[in-house]
């Protein structure tokens, strides 16, 4: 099994389960050998061309040293990198964008990934509400009545 991550877009509550992205956390094999493409795919753009200038500084590092290999392995630990990174690479642009991370979702496939999300969601959505009891108060603990008879400064909690 897999982990999802599911986002949603700063829209109105009725259209962000429509518009939900699920984004499987792990290696990407597109991002590691197409880094530029993959990039520029998914609209991110400041990282295309961060990428394009490591390139480019890993060509002249092989060049200039005379040891082409050096800026060969440079590029590919770089790109190796990015593809490890690229799902939190493209979560972190999303958020700039204003869409926010909702839930993690364990599951074999994207689809089924996309059914738990929505399972889980409608689940939340017809549970009954969180009771609101202030900080510091235990259920069942009523507060004595004003004026009644305390021992020194606190008075004991009564079940009633």
Known sequence: MAS?????????????????IVLRDGFSLAAF???????????????????LV???????LGTFTGLPIL??????????LIGLEARNLRVLNLRRRGWRLVSVVDAANASEAELRYVAQKSESEHA?????????????????????????????PRKG
């Open 128 to 156: 009954p509400p969180a009771v609101f009891r202030p900080a510091g108060t235990v259920a069942g603990y009523r507060a004595p009545e004003a004026g009644s008879a305390a021992f020194g400064l606190l008075d004991y």
């Open 71 to 80: 800026g060969t392995l440079f590029s590919l630990l770089v790109s190796l």
């Open 33 to 51: 050998l197409l880094t530029i493409f993959w990039f520029l795919w998914h609209r991110m753009w400041l990282e295309a061309l961060a990428a």
């Open 4 to 20: 999802y991550l599911v986002l949603e877009p700063d829209a109105p509550a009725s259209q962000r389960g429509e518009e939900a």
């Open 54 to 60: 490591v390139a480019l500084a890993a060509t002249a």
